[in-house]
């Protein structure tokens, strides 16, 4: 059925307007047809531009940027007028909306195009309203902290999701603003439960929607309400295929489950989709999503012992000289990667020695990454003893830390702040000051429960709940450190470190029935490793003998 286009008055069914962004690769008949998902927003552009919009706005919801900004001028060769292709085009030249806070460039990027949405404006009041509620992310950009200027366009999608009540991408876009603006330590989830209010009906109503399925995973992103999103990971890579961001997005329910073969697979599929598109030289942002999964899937081995699997992509990543965009998420994944990959195994002595790779980009752009690391390799020295080495590492971190502060990147700042009790902690113990080191430790563990992790990462390089339990373990305070084993699994199921760590606690206090449960389940997990860990091996033979 063709849609009805309405220019001065607003009165639409989604329901039998519903155009498929599939049916959108008739305007390139020299390429096969894309799977995108459907998306239908009425604009008051000629019926080709229409077209072309739905299509672009189909790469909006799913994330693939570059491919979206040309889709968007794509609308404007076919209609010069068309205001709201400049109000797609300035919200992707920001990129990601959940970065657009931590990236100072977002704003000064998205705002030529937003006062060129203004200025030629659109027939309907409707389309008026969506460039006047963006207008609002602009408003004084380069003197106003973008918190407030994000809750101002907050309200007025609200307000506008108000207005038109039967507009599916006014519901959809609010809900989305919701996300972003919603405060990671803020526990009574607020917005997240206004968020998925508005999107449960429309997943109901509209299956195939991308940003519906895109936006309900990053609304229950969150460990107290991760169950509530498993139906729109599994079903979002079948929504949008082609997208290597909608194959990648379900790892961060499946992470959040422990479901780790999953997230290997989801990434992997991620992985080779955005390979694929590094084949086309104008596209690179095909190297953000391949790092992405990249981390996600190192990060799902490492859980199963499948270490050799882990090693083949950190090894990849540390042989990439140069990367075509550099944004916090690339940097993110170079720094993790190889934390992970020796934290992980315990290897702190590895852990001590990390460098930034590769050594090209421009690290000080990106001192909330290089802080992952730097952290690791602290960590690492006052954990092998070298605590000369950690306390050098250390005054690096806080720099960082007062780097993301001056930068007012609160978040950031606070994820260094426990970091750096953690590291105190360690040194602490290395001076045998253990009750001062418990106590430090004990307070980054409560400081990252208040928090949470950031979307760009699969979960904290070290969770600081697994680490103090790793204290009071050495400690000898082992049903103490049960305790702490325990809360740190109920925030990170099936991490291999928080199941080993619990069954030698509970094998240490003598709850051999718990410490058989933790041993199996360890074995379980770890059933396809490729590397013989010490811990597969102890648990083997802790069950024999327990």
């Known amino acids: 059925m063709k849609c009805i286009h309405l220019i001065n008055a607003f009165m639409f069914s989604a329901a039998s307007c519903l155009l498929s962004s599939t049916a959108l690769a008739d305007t390139k008949p020299d390429q096969a047809v894309e799977r995108l998902g ?47 292709a400049h109000w797609g085009l300035s919200i992707m030249s920001m990129g990601n909306p959940f970065a657009w806070a931590t990236n100072p460039n977002a704003s000064k990027a998205g705002a030529p195009d937003a006062e060129l949405a203004r200025k030629i404006g659109a027939a309907s009041e409707r389309e008026r309203d969506y460039i006047a509620a963006l207008g609002n992310l602009f408003e004084n950009w380069e003197t106003t902290e973008f918190r407030p200027r994000a809750l101002a366009y907050e309200q007025a999608m609200e307000a506008l999701a108000n207005k038109y009540q039967e507009d599916v991408e006014a519901q959809i876009l609010y809900a989305l603003a919701l996300n972003i603006t919603a405060q990671p330590a803020d526990k009574s989830f607020s917005n997240q439960y ?74 992997q599929a991620s992985y080779q989709a955005a390979k694929n598109e590094l084949k086309e030289t104008t596209l690179g942002i095909g190297a ?18 499948q270490d050799q699997a882990a090693l083949r992509l950190v090894e990849e990543a540390a042989a990439i000289q140069q990367v075509n965009v550099e944004n916090f998420v690339a940097a993110y994944a170079f720094a993790a990667m190889p934390a992970r990959y020796a934290s992980e195994r315990g290897d702190w002595h590895q852990a001590a020695a990390l460098t930034l790779k590769p050594s090209s980009l421009a690290w000080e752009r990106f001192p909330q990454a290089e802080s992952i690391l730097v952290f690791t390799r602290a960590l690492g020295a006052a954990r092998t003893g070298d605590l000369a080495t950690a306390r050098r590492d250390l005054k690096q971190l806080e720099a960082l830390q007062a780097k993301l502060a001056e930068a007012n990147n609160s978040y950031w700042a606070g994820q260094s702040a426990f970091q750096i009790n953690a590291v105190r902690a360690w040194i602490a113990l290395g001076e045998q000051h253990t009750d001062e080191a418990l106590q430090l430790m004990r307070a980054a563990a409560d400081a990252e429960d208040a928090s949470d992790k950031s979307p760009v990462t699969p979960g904290n390089v070290v969770p600081s709940r697994e680490l103090l339990g790793e204290m009071l373990l050495s400690n000898g305070q082992a049903t103490l450190a049960l305790e702490e084993f325990e809360r740190s699994l109920q925030r990170d199921p099936n991490r291999f470190r928080g199941l080993y760590g619990a069954a030698r606690a509970a094998e240490a206090s003598g709850d051999s029935s718990k410490a058989r449960d933790y041993y199996r389940r360890l074995i379980t997990m770890s059933a396809a490793h490729d590397s013989e860990r010490a811990e597969i091996t102890q648990a083997r033979e802790s069950l024999a003998r327990l």
């Not at 552009?45 to 994330?63: D, G, I, K």
């Open 194 to 267: 206004k968020a998925a209010a508005i999107l449960e009906p429309l997943f109901e109503r509209y299956p195939e929607h991308p940003g519906v399925a895109h936006y309900l995973i990053h609304t229950y992103d969150y460990a107290e309400l991760v169950d509530k999103g498993l139906e729109a990971a599994q079903s979002y890579s079948h929504i949008a295929p082609d997208v290597p961001h909608a194959l990648h997005m379900p790892s961060h329910i499946f992470t959040r489950l422990g479901m780790w073969q999953e997230v290997v697979d989801s990434n």
């Open 288 to 305: 953000y999503d391949a790092l992405h999964a990249m981390d996600y899937m190192v990060y799902g081995h490492m859980q199963q012992g």
């Open 38 to 84: 459907e998306v239908d927003f009425v604009v008051s552009c000629n019926p080709e531009a229409q077209q072309a919009f739905n299509r672009a706005m189909a790469l909006f919801h799913s994330f693939w940027f570059d491919p979206a900004k040309s889709a968007f001028n794509t609308v404007l060769q076919l209609d010069p007028e068309c205001g709201m």
